[in-house]
């Protein structure tokens, strides 16, 4: 008896499942009564609220094809499906899917661990003050804090609130007012809520953005301590890196002192570490300038990569290449063909004022106090 109506529940239910994310999106936007510096406040503090979610991005960065950049070409070149498990900045879990494979890449506070799920193989190392790009730097929350790091008043504009993985998203436009810059601005969507960004566009000129990274669903709870911890399974290949890549390793052991200024950009302010190493990072916002240091094994080998590349122009100071947003320069063979690194989110003219300045940077012993 009544046999249809446990049909017509499942029909309802049916009919809530699909009606429930529609009925999400098209609830009112509703304006927040921030103006743009209080929105930075609310994405800078954001750091440490937890969270887990899914984010998406895309980048059209045409990075040449050298074991340097590898990491570089993989984030900032192709598209990416990251899945997030954020306790606060010193405590998560990133799992990078991509049609190869996947890559997991968990935090604590005393080092990395880097788990290949194709290879078997685990890497660990401890926290680095300089280190190449990872999985954590296209994710809209640290994208975000890094390129509103120093912004000015005046380089920022209200955009008009947006819905973001069924959340009301803050709009906000930066437009960096520094001469040596390559980007044309920078747009930041953030969580009304909690100041999560939620979604980062950056633009160098063109109508479409350059990278594109975006939550597609953002849940505000905590990841659980399963989620977080890792034990490597049986059979893994472990290893340790006290120095986990090329900058870390440059920044401790060569020869030099980052110059405090270089092409007319100072050190980044939110990087007071950096001076006492060789790596320097210069600039504000979304402007970077990188000088790392190369001994001859790599710097040779990557002039010889960077001369077969797209964009690739003579240059009096060095091997260059423009590409687009991102310029390279790698000096002149000095010492057992090492050379000095440039590159960032600059103009060609920037980095050969750079390459000029370089060429009477003499080396140091590190070891004298």
Known sequence: MFWWWRWVV????????????????????????????????????SASTPHTGLVISTGSVQVPDANTFTAIATLFGEPNRIRVFWAD???WRLDR???TGETDLFRTPTGTTRWVYESGRVRVSLPAPVRL?????VLPDTLARWVLQGAQPDELA????????????????????????????????????????LRVQVYAGASRPTLSTSYERLDLEAPTSRALDFDPPEGAEVTFE??????????????????????????????????????????RGPTVLVFLPLRGKAAQPLREELAKTGGYEPSATGTAVDLGPISVLV????????????????????????????ADLEPIDRNDP
């Open 10 to 45: 499942a029909a309802v239910v049916a009919a809530l499942v699909v009606a429930i994310p529609t009925l999400t999106r098209a609830r009112p936007l509703t304006e927040p009564d921030l103006g743009p510096a209080e929105i930075v406040a609310a994405v800078m503090g």
């Open 89 to 91: 900045e010193e405590r």
């Open 97 to 99: 899917i991509r049609p």
């Open 133 to 137: 790009p990872d999985t954590s730097d």
């Open 158 to 197: 209200a955009l008009p609130t947006q819905r973001i993985a069924g959340r009301n998203a803050m709009g906000l436009r930066l437009t960096p007012a520094t001469p040596q810059s390559s980007i044309e601005h920078v747009d930041i969507w953030a969580d009304a809520d909690s100041g999560i960004p």
């Open 242 to 283: 006290e120095l986990p890549d090329l900058a870390s390793e440059s920044n401790a052991f060569a020869p030099y002192l980052a110059p405090e200024t270089l092409a007319g950009l100072p050190l980044r302010e939110d990087r007071p570490d950096l001076p006492t190493g060789a790596v320097g990072v210069y600039g």
């Open 331 to 358: 000096t002149p063979s000095r010492y057992r063909g090492s050379g000095f690194l440039l590159l960032g989110t600059v103009t060609p003219q920037t980095l050969e004022q750079a390459g000029a300045q370089l």
